[in-house]
């Protein structure tokens, strides 16, 4: 699974940007793409990857038409988050039945072409919320959960999960 | 189900505030507390019930120490978000069975108290993400998925999902 963050930057952007690659990285995407970006999203990434494991990728600077034009081009069904779109819940199993997909994520303006050349428009809900939470769910709904499991392999620390308190440990 | 982001204000960070609130919203909470706004987050929340529907709380001011005692006395289960936590997919069977929750979400700083206090400690992942993913996906496995469906009742303005463009009916 990729993920295309649409638009160009805007003022106060950087932490939605942020959290919308580290989610993409911590539930199982491979890749995102980013339009254009303000500050050091790329290398604040690396420094994740090289602490906590993976080799999730952020590539900057491809056309978004171009990025859609590959992901059909190589199979990929793209999928675009809107909350115009048909729900989730009603188009989940066909989503499961992709082999790879290429989610779209919304900026500030999202061109028409966008919508007529998405395989589907999806909404997770039809109210108004955050770009990073339907993101979130779609992740982890077209994979059932299972992206919870993931191991990261190689990684400086690891996290022993507890039911009180803090544990790290390096491995 | 209600939720406490933890935390003083800092610099930029209300537009993940404002995700916060609207996802609690979207996914069916019933009111945020926050414990200080730095923009106007409760009037642009109040906007959104008022275009969408619902009667979503925006509740500011009152100290988190008093926020979860109170939850705990009135029977609400107190949920922590945190990396550091048990896997959500391990605990969510027991948290299904609770009758009302209240979802602790992290600031900057978290105090020791609130790994304390809680009634658990949960990771969506146990890698660095973001929480207005962790609590999405909390909200929804809570919940079964079945607040997708939910309605918001009496409001302006309303959404008929398409499979392409927009289309937003006045209701």
């Known amino acids: 699974m990729t993920v295309l963050r649409l638009g160009q930057r805007y003022v106060r952007d950087d932490r939605t940007l942020t959290h919308l690659c580290l989610v993409s990285r911590a539930l199982g995407a491979e890749a995102i793409y980013l339009e254009e970006v303000e500050k050091d999203i790329p290398s604040t990434v690396k420094e994740v990857n090289e602490t906590w494991g993976g080799d999730f990728e952020v590539i900057v600077g491809r056309p978004s038409k171009k990025v859609m034009a590959e ?3 190589e199979g990929r069904k793209v999928v675009h988050l809107t909350m115009y779109g048909l729900p989730l819940q009603e188009k ?3 989503l ?3 082999d ?3 989610v779209v994520v919304g900026g500030p303006k999202v061109p028409g ?3 007529h ?3 589907y428009n999806i909404a997770v809900t039809s109210q108004p919320h955050s770009e990073i939470a ?3 769910i779609l992740l982890h709904e077209v994979q059932s959960g299972e992206e919870l499991k993931r191991s990261f392999g190689k990684s400086k620390l690891r996290i022993v999960p507890s039911a009180r308190g803090k544990r790290v440990v390096e491995s």
Do not use: G, P, T, W
Request: hydrophobic share 55%; proline share 0%.
């Open 100 to 102: 790879k997909i290429l």
């Open 92 to 94: 989940i199993d066909e």
């Open 117 to 119: 050349s998405a395989d």
């Open 96 to 98: 499961r039945l992709a």
């Open 113 to 115: 072409y966008v919508y």
């Open 71 to 73: 992901a059909k081009a």
């Open 134 to 136: 339907a993101l979130a």
